[in-house]
């Protein structure tokens, strides 16, 4: 019975170069969520995916970030460039139902993303 | 705004003693969450509250929505020493069902 499974767990990047972490939902899960944790903060919403379809990407900085759920394969969260301040957690979340009624997320272990 | 207020920050206590904790916000949510995060893992689901005045528990853990909407809390029973961990709360925000505002966390730590 898997989880929401998010890789690599750890992701080390120097400055410049491009980070890509990856999502596979829980099974029969359609809807993925990203969200970033800095030290010590809540987690912040950036994205909800459905297949082939971003929903909302308004927590989502408007440069070198972006995100996919494409038919086949898990989501991705791309960030180019990557710069000191991307350190953070990024975790994604899944859920059997999206927009309207009760919407229950399942959290992943996260890939702590740390820029050299 | 719609910025959730945790308190307190952190907790030391005994094994088996009660804990309290609560969440508390100037805005009016429909649904209080109450996640737990173990170091190096995912936040985890404890408790899903969705009427104002509902009073649910999990076992050892009792969570409350708050008649005005705008606060909540959770209690623990005769803590353990796997209840350590950092307890969020969280609330869809912006209209939406699905994007969760979360506070700042209660980092529990429990002495044996």
């Known amino acids: 019975n898997a989880g929401v499974m998010q890789n690599p767990r750890h992701l080390v990047r120097r400055r410049g170069q491009e980070a890509r972490l990856r999502c596979s939902p829980m099974?029969?899960?359609?809807?993925v969520y990203w969200y970033r944790q800095l030290p010590e903060e809540g987690l912040k919403f950036m994205v909800y995916l459905q297949k082939e379809n971003i929903i909302d990407e308004s927590g989502m900085p408007k440069e070198r970030f972006s995100a996919e759920f494409p038919k086949e394969g898990p989501s991705i969260l791309r960030i180019q460039q990557v710069v000191r301040g991307d350190s953070a957690a990024y975790f994604c979340?899944?859920?059997?139902?999206?927009?309207?009624?009760?919407?229950?997320?399942?959290f992943g272990a996260g890939t702590r993303l740390s820029v050299l | 705004g719609q910025q959730l207020n945790q308190s307190p920050q952190s907790m030391f206590i005994q094994e088996g003693e009660d804990v309290s904790m609560n969440c508390t916000s100037s805005?009016?949510?429909?649904?209080w969450l109450w996640y737990k995060q173990e170091p190096g893992e995912g936040p985890v689901l404890l408790i899903a509250?969705?009427?104002?005045?509902e009073l649910t528990s999990n076992g050892r853990l009792t969570a409350q929505f708050g008649i005005t909407r705008k606060d909540s809390f959770l209690n623990i029973s005769a803590s353990i020493p796997s209840d350590v961990g950092i307890y969020f709360c969280a609330s869809p925000r912006g209209g939406s069902n699905y994007k969760l505002t979360f506070g700042k966390g209660t980092l529990l730590t429990v002495n044996p």
């Open positions: 805005s009016i949510f429909n649904t």
């Open positions: 509250l969705y009427k104002a005045g």
């Open positions: 099974k029969g899960h359609s809807h």
């Open positions: 979340a899944s859920s059997p139902r999206g927009v309207g009624g009760k919407n229950i997320q399942y």
